[in-house]
């Protein structure tokens, strides 16, 4: 969609986010006051228990994906992608049982001291739409710079690598696979890694270093290591956005709802582009 046949719909929004961010850099005299009435969420977790979820999500999940593909090595390609990501919606699904438990025995006022609130869905959801709003330019500017130093570093038609769901989103048109994705990208995904990252590793890393900052930025230079190589800028970018949220808010609802709206447009933009 244009308008007066040279701005785009595109336009409005990186220039609304601009404007956004830019007044929020104003208000908090670039993000130092932001998080100045901030503190760490009481809890008893000792340092290792986030590894304990962390390990059965990347070490149990990948092995039983691959004891599926042994027990069931003549499925056809889009049959064995759903079973795949099938594996990974039970195998999160369970590590989130296990974060819900450690966070209710773990955290003063239990669930709510994770920032798991229902009373706060329909404020969280406009609040992140919002934030996600800021932030949207500052994540396609790091996608943009990340495409143009790999175009000089190694060739003219260096592309960032796609996310492997949004590949078999495009390769694959039967519509089982593609509901699983979704929901897999949109819902479980979301939640899982924001209860993970934010709700217990950002939450240990609080109370140790005290300045909320640094926690929001180790927490998301890990979360964006654990995604390729040519993802890290953008992630960077969202991650912090994610933390900050979640530590302004005390909602883990706040950042689950940027990631899965996030999610949910990457998805649409591929779809559509197909």
Known sequence: MEFAGFITVTDVILLGGVILFGGWLLKTSLGRKA???????????????PFIPFSMWFGAASLAILITRKALPDLPGWQSAFVDNLVLCIGAIVTMAVIIFFARVSFA????????????????????????????????????????LGKLMWEQDFQMQQHEELKLITAHPQLPLRILIIVLAVVIVPVFEEMLFRGLFQSMLRGAVKNAWTAIILISALFALLHPLTHWPALFALSMCLGYA????????????????FNGIMIIATLYSV
């Open 246 to 261: 979640y530590e302004k808010s005390g909602s883990l609802l706040r950042p689950i709802f940027i990631h899965s709206l």
């Open 109 to 148: 006022r239990r669930l709510k001291g994770f920032g798991l609130n229902a009373k706060t869905i329909v404020k969280d959801f406009f609040a992140g739409a919002v934030n996600l709003f800021a932030v949207w330019p500052i994540v396609m500017a790091m996608i943009i710079l990340t495409t143009s």
């Open 35 to 49: 998080l100045a009435d901030s503190v760490p969420r009481r809890n008893n977790m000792p340092f290792y228990l």
